[in-house]
């Protein structure tokens, strides 16, 4: 069984800009969850999707959004890039809710100039 | 909020060696695992430990959910082992599904 890809795995983009990840789940996985890592803050939910819904936010400005397609693909956009935006965004995905192991995608390295 | 606390920050070994990685944690919790981050920055499953002892290879894990801590145990240490070791936790109810609560990471380093 695959396991969970991201795409693109690094991107580079300067200030004011826009990004959109991706993420693919595990097959027969409905949630997906999204974390952000950085050196100071270490690894931050964002938020969760299941079933097309967001059930879940971390405390990250609106900027950050994201949607789940019917598929249980997910993206997330991040609007007006600033530079503390750099960071390494994990996905990880799991078959429902409680008590199931969430597994992670590679990863996307955001680089912003 | 919820405290995740690793212990220690950094572990330096000989290959061949034994190692203990602690996770406290303030609060009941619904989910426990642990993880190893590669150098690619993936993050790899070892264990999904609620509560209780497993082992996989030369890992082990013990959570202990009435006194809020979990052990990860490595023996025989190899330089693949290096790496940065995550405990994170799950807490119950509704509002905090999908969201695991990370801690600081122990960074161990496993020379030859």
């Known amino acids: 069984k695959a396991g969970v890809t991201q795409t693109p795995r690094y991107l580079i983009k300067t200030r004011g800009q826009q990004v959109t990840l991706s993420c693919s789940p595990i097959?027969?996985?409905?949630?997906v969850s999204w974390y952000q890592q950085t050196p100071g803050q270490g690894l931050q939910f964002l938020f969760e999707?299941?079933?097309?819904?967001?059930?879940n936010k971390g405390n990250f400005p609106g900027r950050f959004s994201g949607r789940q397609f019917s598929n249980s693909r997910s993206e997330m956009n991040v609007s007006t890039l600033e530079l503390g935006d750099s960071a390494l965004y994990l996905c990880?995905?799991?078959?429902?809710?409680?008590?199931?192991?969430?597994?992670f995608g590679p990863g996307t390295r955001l680089t912003v100039l | 909020g919820i405290q995740v606390e690793q212990s220690p920050p950094d572990l330096i070994l000989q290959e061949g060696a034994n190692s203990t990685l602690r996770c406290n944690f303030s609060?009941?919790?619904?989910?426990l695992q642990w993880f190893h981050q590669n150098p690619w920055g993936q993050l790899i499953n070892l264990f999904y430990?609620?509560?209780g002892t497993k082992q996989n290879g030369r890992l082990s894990a013990t959570t202990v959910a009435t006194e809020r801590y979990s052990l990860l145990y490595i023996s025989s240490s190899q330089t693949t082992d290096s790496g940065v070791y995550f405990c994170?936790?799950?807490?119950?109810?509704?509002?905090?599904?999908?969201?695991?609560?990370f801690g600081q990471g122990t960074t161990l380093q496993v020379k030859p």
């Open positions: 990880a995905s799991r078959r429902q809710g409680e008590g199931d192991t969430q597994y």
């Open positions: 999707y299941f079933s097309e819904t967001q059930r």
């Open positions: 430990i609620p509560s």
């Open positions: 609060d009941s919790v619904n989910n």
């Open positions: 097959s027969g996985h409905r949630s």
């Open positions: 994170a936790v799950e807490l119950p109810g509704s509002s905090n599904t999908g969201k695991l609560i």
